[in-house]
């Protein structure tokens, strides 16, 4: 139901201005964690609508090897709205993330981030709502009481980076520090950092790549090893 109503939302505003972009990115994550029993392989894939000051962005994730025996781990769906303020230009988003985290569990994430660019740096903030809970073949299988779920509410959220080339150039490389990813939400005491770059191949074509170091109590006394990932991708913008 929720592919249908977004292709039907997609469709419609095809229909309404030639003027709209549309942006189809894809991208592999390899990787190790303290949790995955081995190395992993994920991939994904984006779709983008913008039209005019508006943006809709809906997206899958898909685990090919990993400890989670469940295919299908991952969808989001975001709306972004693109506004002027004091002669700066900013990003409000509406986010929504549900991620199966194995057979058993399910974690849900929604909020809100606002972002705005200043020559070399990004910074994103925001707040966001967090539930862990049983799929329903845990709740089927074992009869788990449903009530049983875990809600974290108005979390911090933030990410900062800074770009050695502004936006404009052809490439780009830059650093950042952040506990939001693509499908991932952590708590503010548990940032991860990144490296990441792009190449602009023509004006339509854009590859990229990121490493991800992901740590555990970062703002406590001892900061341990958890995971790191290598990112690479490809962006491709219908105009």
Not at 93 to 121: A, P, Q, V
Not at 184 to 195: D, G, S, Y
Request: proline letters at 2%; hydrophobic letters at 40%.
């Amino acid at each position: 139901m929720i592919i249908r109503i977004i292709f039907f939302i997609l469709l419609s505003l095809s229909c309404c201005n030639l003027n709209a972009q549309i942006q189809l990115s894809a991208y592999s994550d390899v990787g190790h964690s303290n949790i995955s029993d081995g190395v992993y392989l994920k991939t994904a894939a984006d779709i983008s609508y913008k039209y005019r000051r508006f943006e809709l962005q809906s997206g899958f994730q898909n685990d090919l090897i990993s400890n989670n025996t469940t295919l299908f781990s991952g969808f989001k769906l975001n709306v972004s709205h693109f506004f002027r303020f004091k002669q700066k230009d900013y990003n409000a988003k509406l986010f929504f993330i549900s991620t199966t985290l194995s057979d058993f569990i399910l974690e849900t994430n929604y909020g809100i981030l606002l972002s705005t660019e200043k020559e070399h740096f990004n910074f994103k903030i925001g707040t966001g709502f967090k539930n862990i809970g049983f799929t329903k073949n845990a709740i089927a299988e074992t009869g788990i009481n449903t009530n049983g779920s875990v809600q974290e509410i108005f979390n911090p959220l933030y990410h900062f980076s800074y770009t050695l080339n502004k936006p404009a150039k052809a490439w780009n490389i830059g650093i950042g520090v952040t506990n939001i990813d693509q499908y991932i939400v952590n708590q503010a005491t548990n940032p991860m950092t990144t490296v990441f770059g792009h190449y602009k191949l023509n004006e339509s074509v854009r590859l990229t790549a990121e490493v991800w170091y992901k740590t555990a109590g970062a703002f406590n006394l001892h900061v341990n090893y958890f995971g790191l990932f290598f990112r690479p991708g490809i962006i491709w913008e219908l105009k």
